[in-house]
Every structure is written in structure tokens, then in C-alpha cells.
């Protein structure tokens, strides 16, 4: 049994670092890649997530609850993400002093999308920790997998807009911090309302992709040739599946 509920929240807090903090370190890679090619890319990587929220995230939220919370879920988070979008639009040229806003708002909307989604991640594990050490650790490296292909995106995008290492800092640091509160929710609830983690898992799952479909497949499609940017993106899809159905 492992029921030290500390060690719990600092298991998911971990989990989360490790998985973005490959994810950032592998997108920093692509600074020394063409341009184009980092676009094709960002094309396979949304690809990869369009695959993941479709075939995962939005199917595990009404297997939680019911298709009518699912769909609620999903339009409260349409309307959150239009609502950020105006926002950051307005208060961008804060946080940067030059370099691509449009792709540090595209980070900075993944990236809540990605801490949202990471709640419901964390009560899964801190829940499983209580029950069984080894399927903890089973279920903590599926989620390290899992966060990869997001925190490449959003490594990308933060490269792009040339962000401050702090942001970058900031964005790993809160994204994590959401899985270890969910760990910890987890770890004392044991089970949490089935209704709350299928709003959860939608939310973010809307979140992610209007991100998805506003900024990255475009941008994607826009700077090559259709044919490529088209099979990149379905390559993506794919590839996503296949991720998909080993990590379950």
C-alpha cells in the first residue's frame, strides 16, 4: 500500500514536470531545424493532439459521466477559450517586449488547456497510488508519454514569440502543480464525482482544440504546400492513434 498522501501530490507534481520538461526540451531542438521544417512539424505535433482529444480525451469524459455533460463541458470551454483569446489579445504586448504575440497567446491557451486537463490526470493517479504502488507508476509514465506531444507545441510556440526564460519556467511550474493538486485530491478522496472529471476532461479537450483549429493546424497549412501540410498533419493523426492504443 502506499498511502503517504505528501509523497502522493509530490509523485503527480513530478510526474507533470517530467513530462512537459521532455516535452520543452525536445521542442528546443527544433531552434536549429529549417523553418519550414519546424513547421511541418507543428503539423504532425497538432496532429498528434487533434488524435488525442478526439480519440481519448472526449471519449473517456463520456465513458465518466454522460454525452450531455461532455457537450456542456465542451461548449463552456468554446467559451472560455474565446473569451481568453480577446483578452490576451489585448494584454500581450505586456508580457512580450518583441517577438511573435499571436504564438506566445497560442502557448499560454495550450498551456491552460493542458493544466485543466492534467486535474483530472492526477485524481486518476493519486486515487490508483492508494489502491496499488506498481499500478501508480504504471499509470504515472503513461501520463509522462501522454503530456510529450502538448508540451512540444507549446515549447514551439514559446520559441517562436523569442519568451523570457521565466515563462517558460511559469508554464512548467503551473501545468505540473495541477497534476500534484489533482494527486493529492486523489490521494484523500479516493473518488471524485464522476460529473466533475467529465466536465474537466472536455473543458480542456474544447480548450486544446480551438487552440488546435485557431492557431496550429492553419499556421501549419498556410507556410507549405497543401499535400504536405495536409500529410503531416494526418501522419499526426495516426501516429496519435497508435500512442493512443499502447498507452491503454
Not at 520538461?21 to 531552434?31: H, I, K
Request: hydrophobic share 55%; proline share 2%; no cysteine.
Amino acid at each position: 500500500m502506499f498511502t503517504n498522501i505528501e509523497l502522493i501530490a509530490i509523485v503527480g507534481l513530478l510526474t507533470g514536470l517530467i513530462g512537459m520538461g521532455f516535452g520543452m526540451f525536445f521542442s528546443s531542438l527544433a531552434l536549429n531545424i529549417g523553418y519550414r521544417f519546424k513547421k511541418l512539424l507543428l503539423g504532425l505535433i497538432g496532429g498528434v493532439m487533434l488524435s488525442v482529444v478526439s480519440f481519448d480525451l472526449i471519449p473517456e469524459a463520456i465513458e465518466e459521466s454522460s454525452i450531455y455533460f461532455t457537450v456542456i463541458g465542451l461548449f463552456l470551454g468554446l467559451i472560455v477559450s474565446n473569451i481568453l483569446d480577446k483578452a490576451l489579445e489585448k494584454k500581450i504586448t505586456i508580457t512580450l517586449e518583441d517577438g511573435n504575440e499571436k504564438s506566445f497567446k497560442a502557448a499560454v491557451m495550450m498551456a491552460i488547456g493542458i493544466g485543466i486537463h492534467n486535474i483530472p490526470g492526477g485524481i486518476a493517479l493519486g486515487s490508483l497510488f492508494h489502491i496499488s504502488y506498481r499500478e501508480g507508476i504504471s499509470l504515472a509514465l503513461v501520463l509522462i508519454f501522454h503530456g510529450i506531444p502538448e508540451a512540444i507545441a507549446v515549447g514551439i510556440y514559446l520559441k517562436e514569440s523569442h519568451s523570457h526564460l521565466k515563462n517558460y519556467l511559469w508554464i512548467l511550474l503551473l501545468t505540473s502543480l495541477t497534476m500534484g493538486i489533482g494527486a493529492l485530491l486523489g490521494a484523500i478522496a479516493g473518488n471524485v464525482s464522476s460529473f466533475i472529471i467529465s466536465i474537466s476532461l472536455s473543458f480542456a479537450g474544447s480548450m486544446i482544440l480551438y487552440i488546435l483549429f485557431r492557431e496550429t493546424i492553419p499556421e501549419a497549412i498556410e507556410l507549405m504546400e497543401n499535400r504536405y501540410s495536409t500529410s503531416s498533419i494526418i501522419t499526426g493523426v495516426i501516429l496519435g492513434i497508435l500512442i493512443i492504443s499502447m498507452l491503454h
